[in-house]
């Protein structure tokens, strides 16, 4: 890694829970699911109102910024109010790291928003390319630290930097019992891979299921969240269980 990229690195990493990584720009563009067909649309619901962004011409590489969504911190992951706490505090860190990496660096950064739709990136590419994990066969990514209890976002920035991934030698999926699939409630994995549509029903059931949180709304009222199904993500043992961490 060049020491401007380890700089940048380490700022990132210096917020709670923060794990970040480079990827090529190119690289990104080229990964599979810029080739994929996608099987499903997702909510509309969902795309939450972000504003549209163009990508500026002289974009060379991305910065990945992943945070931890611990089990024990559920509040991270419910949507309320058009997102998600999770994604707000990702969207504060990369909103300072834009004007440290201009002040600092002297580079120009856009952070992108969550949706593709919106001109944003393919997350789990990024992510994987940047070395922050692996593909598990849940088809969530895997990072070592925090395995799939982890939510990415992206800053495109115009110095082309060496990137951080793929990671070698961290396949924990090999020696694992697929408790991620046999956890889904909508059987999603039933042909052996991951099947869009079937996640979608569930996604679609989740916010039709809006269920009370505990605090209250600036009405007085306690507010209504939508609480995601995780139970693929939940159930996987990688950075839970040391054997898994090492992969
Ligand atoms: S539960 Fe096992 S098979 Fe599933 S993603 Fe995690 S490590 Fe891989
Ligand atoms: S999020 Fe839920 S429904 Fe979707 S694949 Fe995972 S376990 Fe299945």
């Known amino acids: 890694m ?19 990584g480079i990827a090529s720009f190119d690289d990104i563009l080229k990964a599979p699911s810029y080739q994929a067909v996608p099987d499903g649309r997702w909510n509309p619901f969902l795309t939450n109102g972000e504003i549209a962004t163009e990508w500026p011409p002289n974009a060379k590489s991305v910065v990945v910024l992943g945070l931890h969504h611990p089990e024990d911190n559920p509040q991270l ?5 058009g997102n998600t ?19 600092t660096l002297g580079l120009n950064a ?18 994987i390319l940047a070395g922050l994990g ?10 070592p630290t925090f395995g799939p209890r982890i939510r990415f976002r992206s800053i495109l ?6 990137p951080g991934g793929p990671i070698e ?14 956890a889904c409630p909508q059987d999603a994995f039933a042909s052996g891979s991951y099947h869009r549509p079937n996640c979608i029903v569930q996604i679609n059931a989740d916010i039709a299921n809006k269920t009370p949180d505990v605090k209250i709304g600036e009405d007085g009222n306690s507010r209504q969240v ?10 996987c043992p990688v950075g839970l269980i040391d054997d898994f961490i090492k992969g």
């Open 169 to 182: 030698g961290f396949s924990p999926c090999d020696s694992c019992a697929e408790m991620c699939r046999s």
């Open 110 to 127: 856009v952070p992108l928003p969550y949706h593709v739709e919106r001109g944003g990136i393919f997350l789990k590419d990024a992510a």
């Open 157 to 162: 920035i115009d110095r082309e930097l060496e």
């Open 134 to 143: 692996v593909l598990g066969k849940s088809n969530l990514v895997l990072n």
């Open 77 to 81: 992951d419910w949507w309320h109010d």
């Open 226 to 235: 939508i609480k995601f199904c995780r139970a693929c993500e939940l159930a």
């Open 2 to 20: 060049d020491a401007i990229g380890a700089k940048i690195i380490a700022k990132a990493e210096s917020f709670p829970g923060i794990k970040a």
């Open 85 to 103: 706490d999770g994604n707000r505090q990702l969207m504060q860190v990369s909103s300072f790291l834009k004007q440290w990496l201009h002040e």
